[in-house]
């Protein structure tokens, strides 16, 4: 382990939310400094770093003062400007690469991807006018799902087409951004897989969580998953399949639709995902000092679970619900010190430990 | 609960080593942002605080400025000079409050409240001179040791005194600072327990746990400890006993001696402690999240232990052994972040979770 990271280093985060947040406190617990690249003002992970850059991504001496003052680069969301990352890397590694950036950028880059790697996704098409919509509708059917390729997440630039009457205003939602329709899957229910890999390609995987959405964004991941045995194992060698073709080094979260025929992709994210928070209470090293590990060239954890979790989200107002919260036995609160409540937004999360 | 600070709050920590690091990440988990009071330049807790004063305990306008930015004050040590503490205290709850500090501040008064209680401790004298030593070892018999009241820790300030013949030796080393002299106690092992007590005066502890010094210093920490049913009640209700007595709020370190007659207490600690290290990953709500908790005015956890942990310390070059406990399935690790390994010096510890 010569490329084994030594206490005292430093690790380059880029975004200064929750997952920034989580992961600067992982850090820390291995004796890492953190240093937060962040545009936006008073970044909630700001408040548990050793430092932080306010600056955009287009400030090409801010990056490059950040490249340089840290030892690894890593990120806690995939939409950062390809520009950027140029930058960069030419004076530090990034971790997880810039393939599986790539990739997870677009999504029917990383469809094609994963079906070329023999893994099963929803059918889909990529739509550039309301002609290959038409042609598309036509192949897949309708119940259909119309999203924008790039920047969507927790259920934005998306729009539901019931019938194939709807092809023109959903259209219009993309407001001309390259699009992709997905056809709908009918899954029993979603579970996800949080996977690592390590420097040296050694990969571990936490088990599946089940995951409930409400208003498309995460709502509870319950571990353990309803799965039987063998689909269990689909998900650890699906996952592994994925990690292994990219040359990942980190922690990813793969969504995965269960249903009769088998396991279905939904979703990859190279970062440490929402529905792997239950591992804070359910693990002896969790998704964060996971994904911290593995970007700093250390041994993963096994991922083995001492506990069954169920994780829930606070959105918005839920933050009233803390002080009961706070109460309850086998609760453990997760909050993101977030300065204002706002409707849809992700204030914190609370992990009860039900066995 | 309307005394109960809201997430967003900021709670001040005096002190900025590893335990202030722990309290700082255990405030942010609930949403607080911490303020690191500190004298010393770069201090651990300072890599995961939104905010630090670099200043001494001599610094009037250093000190209003700090107790006028925070909501509560707390505290790491519990050597902060009176006059500090007056002045903070006009501006700001300090929580635990000033009589644990006065009481456990110096052994003779923290020896003398205990008896008070009713609790055994062992024999002791307050020495001033030869003469008081020779008379105390005429009382309490050799072997015993000599103690300075105050300011000692991890067996600083102390000296053995084997025969009646080593008095002068031993009250040389106390280079004239106020001591006492204390008998030896008979005792199989040594156990701690980690109380708490809210500002409601609702009580909490954890499971105790069983201490190995080596050299004077903490060695490993395992729960459970070894004591019998009764005794272990015993220590829950001698803890309690003290908590209520100091109307105190937040958590308190209480090292006992377990001896055939029964628990002998050794010393009491007004602040999270190194014994209480294995709640990190023995619990839902660790120690360091109870203190914080419990001077928030939130409700506290109720202690409970969902796994069986062994705490070890990495003193000094014992970091060498890091990428080893990195490999090693169920082990923890906890860094503190100091920049340099010094021979005695506290770098880190980890918990290896056994069963």
């Known amino acids: 382990m010569t490329d084994m990271l030594a206490p005292g280093a430093t690790i380059g985060i880029l975004g200064g939310g929750q997952l920034g947040r989580m992961l600067s406190v992982a850090a820390a617990r291995l004796g890492f400094a953190s240093h937060i690249y962040e ?10 770093a050793d430092r932080i850059t306010t600056a955009g991504y287009d400030d090409a001496d801010a990056l490059k003062a950040f490249a340089e003052s840290v030892d690894v680069i890593t990120y806690e969301f995939e939409n950062i400007p390809t520009e950027a990352l140029d930058l960069l890397e030419a004076h ?18 990383e469809k094609a991807f994963l079906q070329g790697l023999g893994l099963n996704t929803a059918p889909y098409s990529d739509i550039t006018d309301l002609n290959s919509l038409r042609s598309a509708i036509g192949q897949i059917g309708t119940p259909a799902i119309l999203k924008t390729r790039r920047f969507g997440y927790d259920g934005k630039g998306q729009a539901r087409l019931r019938a194939p009457e709807d092809a023109e205003t959903a259209l219009a939602e993309m407001a001309g951004a390259p699009s992709i329709l997905e056809g709908f899957v009918e899954f029993s229910h979603e579970v996800s897989i949080i996977a690592a890999r390590g420097l040296d390609g050694q990969v571990a995987c936490f088990d599946p969580g089940e995951n409930v959405h409400r208003d498309g964004i995460l709502h509870t991941t319950t571990v353990p998953a309803r799965l039987p045995p063998a689909q269990r194992t689909d998900a650890v060698l699906l996952a592994a399949n994925i990690l ?3 040359e990942y080094v980190g922690v990813m979260g793969v969504e995965l639709f269960v249903t009769p025929q088998g396991l279905i992709v939904n979703e990859i994210a190279p970062r440490v995902h929402n529905s792997g928070h239950w591992t804070q209470n359910g693990c002896a090293v969790d998704q964060f000092e996971q994904h911290i590990r593995a970007v700093a ?9 001492h506990s069954d979790v169920v994780m829930e989200n606070l959105i918005g107002s839920d933050m009233d619900r803390v002080p009961e919260l706070a109460r309850e036995r086998d609760v453990a609160l997760h909050l993101y010190g977030k300065a204002e409540v706002k409707a849809g937004r992700k204030m914190g999360h609370f992990n009860r430990i039900t066995r």
Not at 297 to 305: K, N, T, Y
Request: aromatic share 2%; glycine share 16%.
């Open 297 to 305: 060239g250390w041994p993963l954890g096994d991922g083995q679970r």
């Open 92 to 109: 530090c590694p990034i971790r997880p690469g810039r393939e599986a950036l790539r990739i997870s950028q677009d999504r029917v880059t």
């Open 39 to 48: 545009p936006g003002a008073n970044p909630p992970a700001g408040q548990v």
């Open 244 to 246: 292994n073709a990219l």
